[in-house]
């Protein structure tokens, strides 16, 4: 039986672990093709190209998308994965090369993944229908709670707003050449990142009893949930929004 989305070509950046790993698993279940990328070359898989890029090499990442396509075609959906959380403290102490390096692991690799798509995707004769996912995270929005913000996450929080500030003006700006840009918040994944909030001290992370309880109730989204809605919101015409922020719903 043929896979319901065989043929088509998926970017995940980051995917050598946590929700990029699962991310891969699932869309290949479903038959996408896929380019893997992380700064530790992601495992393996058959009929996938994959590669150790730093994603804030703006030469590196164009490569990566030569190869991409020049082995598997032109890229359908790009997923813009990668990120970072550290430094966690009060912005009293934290060090400005370390906020520096958070924007980087966050917005600028966003960037230049994004960049990269889309002079991919106006290459072509016809750039529609292609669709950037960068994923983003309630930290860097008001929740449905009001939280507008959590204590010891500035610079993590600051540079996921950032994200979903360039997301917005990439889909105004590629409206008319019919591709989509999405911010997405994924929700809460028990990864390496979800440990090491855990771990954090709460005098320099206060809301981190809150993780321990989504730890003790097993309150976890999956990745293979978050992939199976992320590729509805790209391939189903159905399930497509005109609104860039999208929050993955609850399992």
């Known amino acids: 039986m043929t896979a319901p989305l065989a043929g088509r070509v998926a970017v995940i950046t980051g995917a050598s672990r946590g929700l990029g790993a699962g991310l891969a698993d699932h869309f290949a279940s479903q038959g996408v093709l896929l380019g893997l990328c992380a700064r530790t070359r992601p495992a393996e898989r058959a009929g996938c190209v994959v590669a150790a890029v730093d994603m804030t090499d703006d030469d590196a990442v164009d490569a990566f998308v030569t190869e991409v396509c020049s082995t598997l075609g032109p890229i359908d959906l790009w997923v813009n994965n990668a990120g970072v959380l550290d430094p966690i403290g009060p912005v009293r102490d934290v060090d400005p090369a370390a906020f520096a390096a958070n924007v980087a692991g ?140 999208q929050r993955v719903p609850p399992p």
Not at 138 to 156: L, P
């Open 106 to 245: 966050n917005l600028q690799t966003a960037l230049i993944g994004s960049r990269a798509f889309l002079r991919h995707r106006h290459g072509l004769a016809d750039p529609a229908g292609g669709v950037l996912v960068n994923i983003s995270s309630g930290a860097g929005r008001t929740s449905a709670t009001g939280r507008t913000a959590y204590a010891g996450w500035g610079a993590y929080g600051a540079a996921k707003a950032g994200v979903d500030r360039l997301t917005a003006a990439i889909a105004l700006e590629e409206a008319d050449a019919g591709l989509r840009a999405y911010a997405v918040a994924p929700g809460v994944i028990d990864t390496d990142m979800q440990a090491t909030i855990r771990a954090t001290p709460a005098d320099r992370f206060p809301a981190v009893d809150q993780f321990h309880a989504l730890k003790a109730d097993g309150a976890f989204a999956t990745p293979a949930h978050i992939a199976e809605w992320l590729l509805a919101l790209a391939f189903d015409p159905d399930a497509a929004s005109d609104d860039v922020f």
